[in-house]
């Protein structure tokens, strides 16, 4: 029973559906769902009190509901807990992990870009975010019933391997890029900008290198393709600790060749204009800056090969949705791609959605590749499993598989830590918050499911027809109100693009069962007892591991 839905067939008697909306308290005694009176207040011409009151002495309540309260300016119904618990348990019971899921995308093709670290760069912190929110994204999209194609979109282009080009041939050592590829490459490009300062030679020489590069030269072709290729090792190994997987893997480099058909296309359409002898496409019937396609020494830009990207993910895969999991500062880049591919006549451009995320920064000011001050994602990880591999010496000698449980939950913390704040918001680099395991973290959620497991087992029993009416406790109540948001919370979620929507609820899930468990003894004498609980912990178990599958995490039993 869709109870939300009944009630507003309830009210609809009464009341013209363009002002029912139905909320759900977060006090047990305003009920289980109110209906606030406030936009009627207008057109009744009377107070929202004074409607509620009215509104109360008219319903007549259906056998669902226990109880009707007019309470100041809100309507609340209290549904009869046998009926509610029943419901909601049953549901999960029947739907197990398809429990909140839907089928809103079905029919309906997702591609997102995500993670797309720098080649011959470190994969620092703030690409962390790109790849952990766009997982998270595409599995919530996923349950919401559409297909999604996972790109990791490299930046494998441009003028700094023109950079590292210069810096490999002037410092760079084979054996140090075989030893450690990204460490090194990291450090030549850290150094070339240094020297830079002092020579403005070195620049010239770099865009020398590029335009080298775009033009296929031999030379240029072999140090990046080396390049490229130990960058992605590295990277692959990262994407293991993280749990992540792509339908599809490539680079700007891909589109070099495609631009010219921009060009083409962009040139038959009357777009391109030339300005100070570079190629741009005017915007201001968008309000935005010019798009700058080809620079006047003939280099062909980011956006430019963006938009054959765009373009062939729109034909090859039929997307409904092109999604670009990017951080904040490239806003502009998405509007002028949207803004192009508009004047170009394609429609579909409305379908281009940035999924902007903010960033990661120092307490002393923000992170910068080029000044060496990048926090790498694997000492990340590292220092994390490290010091919950020390806890668990310290609290549980005995534990088996020690290395791979504290691998997966120090991993876990550093994922939670990302997920669970608004990803449109900046977040500063703080190494005691990231790794505290206390409070609203990956492994407090973690230790619930844990516990879970540890409570089924002792148990020894699978209810059969449990008698909801038993679970009367405010603490029962709670929890079962709490997993019965599960739908709802996945919808809203999956339409904002917000995981920190599911990170948050889960912790409250998690907190709620504590209290449970803590007040309500699972295991008792009283079989009916036993069972009814025992339901409510196997539902638990199935809303907190359906909530950590959504946020890419791994799931333990045992920690």
């Known amino acids: ?99 909140g899921s839907s089928l809103v995308g079905k029919g309906k093709t997702a591609v997102i870009d995500m993670s797309s670290p720098n080649i011959a760069k470190p994969f620092g912190i703030g690409h962390l975010r790109s790849t952990v929110i766009g997982n998270s994204i595409a599995q919530l999209l996923s349950f919401s019933g559409y297909k999604v194609i996972k790109v990791n979109y490299l930046g494998d282009w441009g003028t700094q391997f023109g950079k590292l080009i210069v810096a490999y041939r002037r410092w760079g050592s084979e054996k140090e890029l075989q030893k450690s590829p990204i460490k090194h490459l990291y450090d030549l490009y850290v150094r070339f900008h240094k020297e830079a300062e002092k020579d403005e030679a070195f620049e010239k020489e770099a865009r020398g290198w590029f335009k080298k590069l775009e033009e296929n030269d031999a030379e240029a072709m072999r140090l990046w393709s080396m390049f490229r290729e130990c960058s992605l090792k590295d990277f692959e190994k990262i994407y293991k600790r993280l749990g992540v997987t792509f339908d599809v893997v490539s680079g700007e480099s891909k589109y070099n ?134 806890l668990i010496k310290e609290k549980n000698p005995g534990l088996a598989k020690k290395e791979k449980v504290a691998e997966i939950v120090g991993t876990s913390a550093v994922i939670f830590h990302d997920l669970i704040n608004d990803r449109a918001k900046d977040i500063v680099f703080d190494w005691k918050k990231m790794l505290d395991f206390e409070g609203e973290t990956g492994p407090y959620v973690q230790y619930a499911y844990v516990r879970i497991c540890s409570i089924l087992k002792k148990a020894k029993i699978r209810p059969k027809s449990p008698d909801y009416g038993l679970l009367k406790e405010n603490q029962e109540q709670e929890l079962i109100k709490k997993i019965s948001l599960f739908p709802s919370v996945v919808s809203d979620a999956a339409r904002q693009y917000k995981p920190h929507i599911i990170a948050k609820y889960v912790v409250d899930v998690a907190q709620s069962f504590s209290r449970f468990y803590e007040n309500c003894q699972c295991i008792s004498n009283d079989r009916k007892l036993t069972e009814a609980r025992i339901a409510l912990v196997i539902v638990t178990k199935q809303v907190i591991g359906n909530s950590l599958w959504l946020l890419g995490i791994k799931i333990l039993e045992e920690m």
């Open 1 to 99: 029973m869709d109870f939300k839905k009944e009630l507003e067939k309830l009210l609809l008697k009464h009341v013209t559906p363009e002002h029912i909306h139905i909320e759900i308290p977060s006090n047990l005694q305003f009920g289980d769902y109110a209906f606030p009176c406030f936009s009627l207040a207008k057109e009744l011409k009377k107070p929202p009190n004074q409607i509620a009151q009215e509104l109360f002495s008219k319903i007549k309540n259906p056998s669902f509901l226990e109880e009707v309260k007019a309470t100041g300016p809100y309507l609340n119904f209290f549904i009869k807990k046998d009926v509610f618990s029943k419901e909601v348990i049953g549901e999960i019971l029947k739907k197990r992990s398809a429990y």
């Open 257 to 390: 060749k495609e631009v010219d058909r921009v060009l083409l296309l962009m040139k038959d359409k009357g777009v391109l204009e030339e300005s100070e002898e570079a190629l741009i496409v005017n915007l201001d019937t968008y309000s935005l800056p010019a798009a700058l396609i080809q620079k006047s020494d003939g280099t062909k830009l980011y956006l430019t090969r963006d938009i054959a990207a765009a373009l062939e993910r729109k034909n090859k895969y039929k997307a409904d949705l092109l999604l670009y999991e990017v951080g904040s500062e490239q806003k502009l880049h998405f509007e002028q791609l949207r803004a192009v591919l508009k004047a170009l006549g394609f429609s579909w451009a409305e379908s281009i959605i940035h999924i902007h995320h903010g960033l990661y920064s120092f307490a002393e000011g923000k992170i910068s590749t080029r000044k060496g001050n990048v926090i790498f994602v694997e000492d990340i990880l590292d220092k994390a499993v490290a010091l919950v591999h020390a």
